[in-house]
């Protein structure tokens, strides 16, 4: 039997950063970075089938102060989309310092200036750090995935 996975999403106007568990929900990894243009449902389609997702987490950019941001709509929007194409629960989560972690483990990890200035990775490792969030607050809380 095939083992059931998370997908965790960074939404941006311009790239959406993916990431995703090992089959026995227990650790995240980055996986892709995808412009988001009108082929994005059709990446994600082929994402989601192949991985055998059952679940979706897609950050919520809050403001310091806890409040919405601009683009929180465009991912409210987003949201709605994916639950009904994919008939797929999503479930928001505090994304606000995600970016700026991934920035840090970036700078950290990976030698190549070149490299560190590369979006695509900032984001799928922000989606990375969003899903161990996630994971960790689940297995906290002793919940089934």
Same mark, same amino acid.
Request: proline letters at 3%; glycine letters at 2%.
């Given at each position: ?40 449902? &059709? @990446? %994600? ?6 991985? #055998? ?9 809050? &403001?310091? #102060? ?7 709509? %465009?991912?409210?929007?987003?949201? +709605? #989309?994916? @639950? ?6 999503? =479930?928001? %989560? +505090?994304?606000?310092? /995600?970016? =700026?972690?991934?920035?840090? #483990? ?13 979006? /695509?990775? %900032? ?9 161990? +969030? ?9 919940? &089934?995935?």
């Amino acid at each position: 039997m095939e083992e059931k996975r998370i997908l965790a999403i960074d939404y941006g106007e311009v790239r959406i950063g993916l990431a995703i568990t090992d089959p026995l929900n227990l650790f995240a990894y980055p996986l892709t970075t995808l412009p988001n243009n009108q082929e994005i449902f &059709k @990446e %994600l389609d082929i994402i989601i089938k192949k991985n #055998n997702i059952v679940k979706i987490v897609l950050g919520n950019p809050l &403001k310091e #102060n806890g409040s919405e941001a601009k683009i929180s709509a %465009l991912v409210k929007k987003f949201k +709605d #989309n994916l @639950e009904s194409k994919f008939n797929l629960k999503v =479930e928001l %989560l +505090d994304e606000r310092y /995600t970016s =700026e972690i991934a920035r840090k #483990n970036i700078i950290e990890s990976v030698t190549s200036k070149k490299k560190r200035r590369d979006k /695509t990775l %900032l984001d799928m490792n922000a989606a990375y750090i969003l899903l161990q +969030d996630y994971l960790k607050t689940v297995n906290n809380n002793k919940s &089934k995935v």
